[in-house]
């Protein structure tokens, strides 16, 4: 058993360009929580001893201002900043102005994280039990291990009535683990049916039940050496390319094929919501009310 607290890692340096603004510290209540207060209130009472925000550096400010009171005292904090010139020095200049995506994000966390971490979306609702069993999990793998997990949803229970999404789709073998994972990055409901594009953006069939992964990883600090390389090599390929991004999923995918490590899939029963369209707010706004009025929560959290 690991005595260390595991961290959690903050995916929160996205532009919400769907979204139509900041969401990441959008209100969603009255007494004005982001949804991520209610990630970061799971995660502390489920066990997780140490934060860091992963951002933009034109937003630090505003996001200081908003958890650093929350958390002083209660736990451990770290920022860390994705910009677009933070590669390596051979792919410079680059003038690319789109982020590099999660897998470059998780990166920017690495001189910051020694213990074993879960990474999530900023953006994303994941509910208590969804801490609870990673936390759990996190704490029973020894540091120096490649034995990582997912958090797992069915995908129908992840969509937006207002437009696409993008969903890592997961295939798990009969022993619960992990055997691959696509980023797939559009899904849509159309005539009540799930499509996603395929390569050639043509729209094909998904089944609603498929087994999804929505960026709430565990990993050990094992995985930043291995994440390095494959970056690196992504970047000889696509670094004059203006939107091909470097997913987490990739990573994933990429130790698992090569035999690095294995990721065990959890399911947790959790409702899961989030926004990605600005329609999607009530939808959330409604989920938390009743999330409250049922004492799952306190109407003040902090």
């Known amino acids: 058993m690991n005595t260390i607290k595991p961290t959690l890692v903050i995916l929160a340096a996205g532009i919400g360009s769907r979204y139509g603004g900041l ?60 910009e677009t010139e933070n590669i390596p020095e051979k792919f410079k200049p680059n003038k690319r102005e ?74 798990v073998n009969k022993d619960g683990l992990l055997t691959d994972v696509t980023e797939r990055t559009h899904i849509e409901k159309i005539n009540h049916k799930l499509v996603r594009k395929d390569s050639k953006g043509n729209f094909v069939p998904i089944d609603e039940n498929a087994i999804v992964s929505m960026n709430f990883w565990g990993f050990t600090a094992k995985c930043f050496d291995y994440a390095e390389m494959l970056f690196e090599t992504f970047l000889e390929k696509n670094h004059n390319q203006a939107k091909a991004e470097f997913f987490i999923p990739l990573i994933v995918n990429e130790m698992i094929k090569e035999k690095k490590a294995s990721v065990r899939v959890l399911k947790s029963s959790s409702l899961w919501f989030g926004v990605t369209y600005k329609e999607d707010k009530v939808v959330v706004q409604s989920a938390i009310e009743t999330l409250k009025n049922h004492k799952i929560y306190p109407i003040n959290l902090w």
């Open 98 to 171: 789109k982020p590099w995506g999660t897998g470059h994000a998780m990166l920017m966390a690495k001189e910051v994280v020694n213990e074993n971490f879960a990474i999530i979306n900023a953006d994303d609702f994941y509910g208590r039990e969804a801490f609870e069993i990673m936390a759990k999990s996190l704490q029973e793998i020894p540091q120096d291990s490649t034995e990582f997990n997912m958090i797992a949803y069915q995908l129908k229970n992840t969509i937006s009535e207002h437009g696409f999404v993008s969903r890592g789709e997961c295939v």
């Open 23 to 82: 969401k990441q510290l959008d209100s969603f209540t009255p007494e004005g929580d982001t949804i991520l207060d209610f990630s970061i209130y799971d995660a502390l009472q489920a066990g997780f001893g140490k934060f860091v925000f992963i951002i933009r550096k034109n937003i630090e400010k505003e996001f200081k201002a908003v958890f650093d009171k929350k958390l002083e005292g209660r736990a451990e904090v770290a920022y860390v900043f994705q």
